[in-house]
């Protein structure tokens, strides 16, 4: 398998790029317009042929190049049916299958960080979008954020996968580049807890600052910006 995690230095995004190998079909998840020449150049030297991009979802620190990968490629955009891109071709429900060539991954809708937000497993692998973080979670106030929700999609779907999943989430601060569903249960600081309003008390007290490119972000993700 082909796996590549890519960093956006500017809003601490991880991309990710997969296929079952040189000359396949791929998939990105969460990409960057900024990095789009990085995306297209790493297809052409593995001579993969995008067919599939996702979105976990509408993000508000960066703009998606969902969009603009899709108008180079061709590639078909994928969100979940909450999301209110105007852009997307296909959305999936919780417990969907997303395939491309030897390679299939199951949407579990984890709503909370937004109203739109999910996760993608792939065998060993979960992409948590920013539902999961490593030794953190995804805030819950905009964007039909809401910690019991978010406190659902954590506990009753992220923690019940297999311990040794691996968990890559969308954003790290910290250089880490990936953790697992056992090291989160039991060392996240914010998992730490024994019910959904304690969980709901600490998001409430995140005193957090909006991302600074929060308003273009979010109405240019919902539109479906593309460079020209
Ligand atoms: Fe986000």
């Given at each position: 398998m082909l796996f590549k995690q890519l960093f956006d230095?500017?809003?601490?995004t991880y991309t990710y790029i997969v296929s079952s190998g040189k000359g396949r079909e791929a998939l990105i998840i969460d990409p960057v317009i900024d990095n789009t020449d990085e995306y297209i150049s790493v297809l052409k030297n593995l001579d993969l042929k995008l067919v599939k991009v996702i979105d976990t979802h509408i993000h508000a620190d960066h703009i998606s190049g969902l969009n603009e990968l899709s108008k180079r490629t061709k590639c078909s955009k994928i969100m979940g049916?909450?999301?209110?891109?105007?852009?997307?071709?296909i959305h999936v429900k919780d417990n969907e299958k997303i395939k491309i060539e030897n390679i299939e991954l199951i949407s579990i809708y984890t709503?909370?960080?937004?109203?739109c937000s999910y996760s993608f497993l792939m065998n060993d692998r979960v992409f948590t979008g920013d539902t999961l973080l490593i030794n953190g979670t995804g805030r819950t106030?905009?964007?039909?954020?809401n910690p019991y929700d978010a406190y659902n999609s954590l506990?009753?779907?992220?923690?019940?996968?297999?311990?040794k999943t691996l968990v890559y989430p969308a954003?790290?601060?910290?250089?880490?580049k990936y953790s697992t569903i056992e090291n989160e249960k039991n060392n996240n600081p914010r998992l730490q807890v024994s019910s959904p309003e304690e969980y709901a008390e600490i998001m409430a007290n995140l005193k957090l600052e909006d991302p600074k490119m929060m308003a273009i972000a979010i109405s240019a993700n919902k539109k479906g910006f593309t460079l020209d």
């Amino acid at each position: 398998m082909l796996f590549k995690q890519l960093f956006d230095t500017k809003s601490s995004t991880y991309t990710y790029i997969v296929s079952s190998g040189k000359g396949r079909e791929a998939l990105i998840i969460d990409p960057v317009i900024d990095n789009t020449d990085e995306y297209i150049s790493v297809l052409k030297n593995l001579d993969l042929k995008l067919v599939k991009v996702i979105d976990t979802h509408i993000h508000a620190d960066h703009i998606s190049g969902l969009n603009e990968l899709s108008k180079r490629t061709k590639c078909s955009k994928i969100m979940g049916e909450q999301s209110s891109s105007e852009v997307i071709d296909i959305h999936v429900k919780d417990n969907e299958k997303i395939k491309i060539e030897n390679i299939e991954l199951i949407s579990i809708y984890t709503p909370g960080h937004t109203d739109c937000s999910y996760s993608f497993l792939m065998n060993d692998r979960v992409f948590t979008g920013d539902t999961l973080l490593i030794n953190g979670t995804g805030r819950t106030d905009f964007q039909g954020g809401n910690p019991y929700d978010a406190y659902n999609s954590l506990f009753k779907k992220l923690l019940k996968l297999p311990e040794k999943t691996l968990v890559y989430p969308a954003h790290d601060y910290s250089s880490k580049k990936y953790s697992t569903i056992e090291n989160e249960k039991n060392n996240n600081p914010r998992l730490q807890v024994s019910s959904p309003e304690e969980y709901a008390e600490i998001m409430a007290n995140l005193k957090l600052e909006d991302p600074k490119m929060m308003a273009i972000a979010i109405s240019a993700n919902k539109k479906g910006f593309t460079l020209d």
